[in-house]
């Protein structure tokens, strides 16, 4: 069974990779998200969660 | 600034409830009559053995009701009631409008009609056929065009955040269609997958996956934002969070699809990615379930009273459930546990009766009285409906789960003497019968909930009165001039259509890292070779090939799995694990995602043919107590040699290495084999001697070219392996 897992790890180059592209691609827009959502007005936050009650 | 008179299109709205509450009641029918065959089988063979009913046909029948049908029109309702009110505007065109509704009707009676009749891809919940596929394209389109056109001739500067749901619904959707639905067609209800075996179980599971999460998450959770606050009366409990849980679930659950592929032959880098992508999901999940039921704080009282909230607060709590439930399935010492059993049964049906089903409901309960400017007519029967609504998904997941643990454990279950406890698959299956029976009625008490709600709003419909144009008043979208500085997020939530290309980008990265590479790099998939090198998997013959189309089309791979995980109980039980590159001839894979019945991947000569040909006709006579339905008429029809030359030849242009010209003596080789086959089988049965006419007369039915396909099940690699065991005797 090892065996099986240790093969295909290895039959990609620089297979490590992958993992950490996504992992980083992940947490820059989760930090974006986050600094973008934490720093928006309160006004506009009222504003906009309103907009479903105005109809 | 002037005021401009418009109106809203309820008529769309009030079609696309219509349609939910027909296909809801159809689909649910459907589910029971698949889980009433499996808890009394023997009465199906008997009374209800028809061709167009058994399993493998009706069940994807089910699954493309529920999922397409009855949640696909909810999901519709919903948009096109809110997306107009949380922009001002009426929608786009109301041609296109209708052309969507009217699309999709035809494209479920389309469905309705070539599923049970044996047409199928073969694919899960991508069972359509190629130019079905082509019609949802097309009104899946026609969808997005009049949804992002009615953004642009909005009234508000900034789209609300169900709309950047709804957004990445539609990209999304359309994406994983497209690129999941490639396929050769051989005719006008036949096709070949594109993509073959692992490849084509990766591409298969990111949609299959993806459909879970853009097709019953997403545009749910966009109406959640919508209808929960409008419910209850109050704004969303925390907007900001809502930014945030929109960008994290769509850019982690794009990766999660490979955790349905645990300890499979799928590369091991896509699987612990798929894992670890799993895991975290539970944390944008949980933030959008939390933001959903805080927003009732304070308002709790209401809920009692308030038939959507209440509908609507059961299916939040089953969201929050079955989120919690998938990142701990996704972990590889629970999956493989799980992985086949009927617990992944019981932890979609928490999703799919508690979160879309109870969604839905709530919504229905909310917009048949707006729209036809009246009250609920039976206040009561509501409450009936809730209540017998949430003891049905229980009655229904309970048992469930208790019958996958159970059988999960007795499929590990070693004896002392280190053999398997239980080495008869079937006596796992029948030790369930008292749980399937119980699911049956969990399924029938969800039914009688759906239909006392149809009758209450019918009988709503006809005491009110229909608004089908409702006329609004709004100033005009005054021209935004960009300030230096400003946040580039507020500037694409003013803008869609660079919304919809910011959500295509962070959800096109997920299927370009992790699929492009198992596609295009060939040392993914190492070759099953012998000792020389030599590839030993060989393309199917023509006869295994038709036998594989009966196979497919007959819809086996809903009970049996070709895919042998590397796991001491599953090698003990079938033999050799599953390699990658087993599967390089098979468009499509048929790796299966539940066992009913046993895994086939080693099923070759394993019993004779004869055994074949009496288990396809009646299953019991070989096999006692078996759930299979029977398929007498295998032994009745020709097979369809039609499109042999037409599918040789479809197949070398997808890559099997036929040689030129092989179309030509492809049925030559068929007839040959079917009638060493059928001398095979009467040589076991008619111990009293048989003729060449009796050979002549079975060689073409059905049941030979399906015994042939079983048999070559898992034959190559069995060749080699004994060969190797020879070598080091």
């Known amino acids: ?55 | 600034m002037e005021i401009e008179k418009f109106s809203y299109d309820n008529g769309i709205v009030r079609n696309f409830a219509y349609a939910t509450m027909l296909w809801g009641i159809v689909g649910f029918l459907v589910g029971i009559i698949v889980a009433a065959q499996l808890a009394f089988p023997e009465f199906f063979n008997d009374y209800l053995g028809f061709k167009i009913l058994t399993f493998g046909r009706l069940r994807p029948l089910h699954t493309n009701a529920v999922i397409f049908a009855f949640v696909g029109n909810a999901l519709f309702m919903g948009v096109y009631y809110s997306l107009q009110r949380l922009l001002k505007a009426r929608m786009f065109s109301d041609f296109l409008s209708k052309f969507n509704f009217w699309g999709w009707q035809f494209i479920i009676l389309c469905a309705a009609l070539t599923l049970p009749l044996g047409y199928t891809t073969g694919k899960e919940y991508a069972e359509l056929e190629w130019w079905i596929d082509i019609l949802i394209a097309l009104v899946w389109v026609a969808f997005g065009v009049n949804m992002i056109g009615t953004m642009i001739k909005r009234r508000v500067s900034h789209l609300y955040v169900a709309i950047w749901f709804y957004i990445a619904t539609f990209v999304t959707v359309a994406m994983l269609h497209i690129f999941n639905s490639f396929e050769l067609p051989v005719s006008f209800l036949k096709s070949y997958s594109w993509y073959s075996g692992v490849q084509d179980a990766l591409v298969q599971w990111w949609y299959g996956h993806n459909a879970v999460a853009f097709f019953l998450t997403t545009p749910f959770l966009g109406l959640m934002y919508y209808f929960v606050p409008k419910a209850a009366n109050r704004p969303v409990y925390s907007y900001r969070l809502s930014i945030i849980h929109f960008w994290a679930l769509i850019f982690l659950y794009i990766w999660a699809g490979p955790h349905h592929l645990l300890y499979t032959a799928l590369p091991d880098w896509a699987q612990s990615l798929g894992v670890v992508f799993s895991v975290m999901l539970i944390a944008p999940s949980w933030g959008g379930m939390l933001n959903g039921l805080l927003t009732l704080r304070g308002a709790w009282d209401r809920v009692r009273d308030d038939a959507t909230l209440k509908f609507m607060v059961v299916a939040l709590t089953a969201y929050g459930m079955s989120t919690f439930e998938g990142p701990m399935l996704s972990l590889k010492n629970v999956n493989m546990l799980a992985h086949y059993t009927d617990w992944i049964v019981a932890h979609v049906h928490v999703g799919g009766l508690g979160w879309n089903g109870f969604m839905t409901f709530g919504m229905l309960y909310y917009l048949i009285p707006k729209l036809f400017r009246t009250e609920i007519k039976y206040k009561g029967m509501v409450n009936f409906h809730f209540w017998i609504g949430t003891l049905g998904i229980v009655l229904y997941a309970v048992p469930m789960y208790v019958a996958g643990w159970m059988q999960g454990l007795m499929w590990r279950q070693f004896t002392a003497e280190g053999t398997l406890e239980y080495p008869n698959f079937l006596e796992t299956v029948t030790s369930l019968h008292p749980y399937y029976v119980l699911r049956v009625l969990g399924g029938l008490l969800f039914l009688i909930g759906a239909i006392a709600m149809v009758w209450n709003l019918i009988a709503t419909i006809r005491q009110g009165s229909f608004l089908k144009d409702e006329a609004v008043e709004a100033a005009p979208l005054a021209k935004h001039k960009s300030k230096r500085g400003e946040y580039w997020h507020k500037v694409i939530e003013r803008r869609p259509m660079q919304m919809v290309i910011v959500s295509l980008i962070v959800v096109a990265i997920g299927g370009i890292i992790q699929i492009i590479p198992t596609i295009f790099v060939k040392s993914n998939i190492k070759p099953v070779v012998d000792e020389n090198g030599k590839n030993v998997i060989q393309p199917y013959t023509p006869l295994e090939l038709i036998g594989r189309d009966i196979y497919i089309s007959e819809g086996c791979y809903n009970c049996h799995s070709q895919m042998i995980r590397p796991l001491r109980f599953e090698t003990e039980r079938y033999g050799e694990y599953s390699k990658a590159g087993e599967y390089i001839y098979d468009h499509p894979f048929q790796w299966g995602s539940k066992r009913t019945g046993p895994d086939l991947a080693r099923e070759g000569g394993q019993r004779s043919n004869a055994w074949h040909y009496q288990h396809m006709l009646i299953p019991k006579k070989v096999s006692a107590g078996s759930l299979m339905p029977a398929y007498p008429w295998m032994a009745e029809d020709d097979i369809d040699i039609k499109h042999l030359e037409g599918k040789i030849s479809a197949m070398r242009t997808l890559g099997v290495p036929y040689p030129d010209g092989y179309e030509k003596q492809a049925l030559n080789d068929l007839k040959n084999q079917a009638k060493e086959i059928a001398r095979d089988i009467l040589t076991d049965l008619k111990t009293s001697g048989f003729t060449e006419k009796d050979v002549e007369e079975m060689h073409m039915k059905e049941v030979i070219a399906i015994t042939a396909y079983l048999q070559r099940l898992g034959r190559d690699i069995k060749a080699v392996s004994k060969k190797e065991t020879a070598s080091n005797e």
Do not use: C, G, Q, W
């Not at chain 1, 069974?1 to 947490?27: C, D, G, Q, R, V």
């Not at chain 1, 974006?32 to 506009?44: N, V, W």
């Open chain 1, 1 to 55: 069974m090892l065996k099986f897992i240790k093969h295909h790890l290895t039959t990609i180059e620089n297979i490590e990779i992958y993992p950490i592209i996504s992992l980083l691609l992940f947490t820059t827009i989760f930090v974006i998200a986050a600094i973008y959502a934490a720093r928006m007005k309160k006004s506009k936050v009222n504003e906009l969660s309103n907009t479903p009650l105005e109809d």
